[in-house]
């Protein structure tokens, strides 16, 4: 009993071996590689795009959010309010807003900034550490997707 397991463990680390070093010697052509349907070393030009140019302020339609706790989009145009700075912040002008915490949106005026931006919601004051608006938040470009996603948007329209 005692040889046929031996031989029986032999025979399979045999088997395994040819078949791992078969599967070794496949190569794929540098085509079927990546997203892109070109060589990998060629160097593709990215497909020119713009952002929307709504104005803010004229925007009627909030974008709808990629997934529950993603950060909003920014529906209106930010050509004229970049770089964001500490001491520049054009964004604050306007979504500054602490009296409009917790109430229903309204069509025309801005979407206030959430509780959790502030030091101090009763006094307005902003919590410095997220002076950056768009670390987190981005302008949204009318782009053709590389690869179409099945992943569903649970965040409904906000």
């Known amino acids: 009993m005692r040889k046929s397991t031996l031989f029986g463990a032999v025979l399979a680390a045999m088997t395994f ?23 990998v070393y060629d160097t ?7 952002y929307g140019n709504k104005d803010a302020g004229s925007v009627g339609k909030r974008v709808v959010r990629s997934y529950m706790t993603a950060p909003p989009m920014i529906p209106h145009t930010v050509k004229d309010m970049l770089p964001i ?11 500054v807003q602490p009296d409009l ?28 550490g997220r002076w950056n608006c768009t670390q987190c938040h981005r302008p949204q470009a009318n782009v053709k997707l590389l690869v179409d996603s099945v992943f569903g948007n649970k965040a409904g329209k906000k």
């Open 101 to 128: 915490i917790g109430m229903a949106i309204t069509p025309g005026l801005p979407v206030p900034a959430p509780a959790s931006h502030y030091v101090d919601v009763k006094k307005g004051e902003l919590y410095m």
């Open 17 to 39: 071996s040819l078949s791992a070093s078969a599967v070794q010697d496949q190569s794929i052509p540098d085509d079927d590689l990546g997203l892109s349907k070109s060589s």
């Open 85 to 95: 700075t500490r001491d520049s912040n054009l964004c604050k002008d306007c979504h």
């Open 44 to 50: 593709p030009s990215p497909a020119a795009f713009e």
